[in-house]
Nanobody
Framework: QEQLVESGGGLVQPGGSLRLSCSAS????????MRWYRQAPGKERELVAG????????NYADSVKGRFTISRDNLKRTTYLQMNSLKPDDTAVYYC????????????WGQGTQVTVSS
């Protein structure tokens, strides 16, 4: 059964850091681009970062450039999101998503992990 499981969320003070992890199972990990999305209360889900499976190339939302870093370990079938210099506006549920490299409509989603940035 295809599954994505996120972990690493929590409560952090402004300026702090968190590292999210997304563990994949049940599908061929290297055939998928991995993305992190987030959804804040009352807002639409937005793409935060993505990483290609073959080249390792990355892309980021303007709001997180220079603060967040996405990475993946194909042997461990895990994707990471290192989040530094966190702001209250980063508060959201963060979702991991696997997008098939050839059939872009073919996706798997995790259940989400809550990140709260507050003093």
């Amino acid at each position: 059964q295809e599954q994505l499981v996120e972990s690493g969320g929590g409560l952090v003070q402004p300026g702090g850091s968190l590292r999210l992890s997304c563990s994949a199972s049940g599908f061929t990990f290297r055939d998928y681009t991995m993305r992190w999305y987030r959804q804040a209360p009352g807002k639409e889900r937005e793409l935060v970062a993505g990483i290609d499976s073959a080249t390792g190339s990355t892309n980021y939302a303007d709001s997180v450039k220079g603060r967040f870093t996405i990475s993946r370990d194909n042997l461990k079938r895990t994707t990471y999101l290192q989040m530094n210099s966190l702001k209250p506006d980063d508060t959201a549920v963060y979702y991991c998503c696997a997008v098939h490299n050839l059939v872009r409509t073919h996706k798997y989603w995790g259940q989400g992990t809550q990140v709260t940035v507050s003093s």
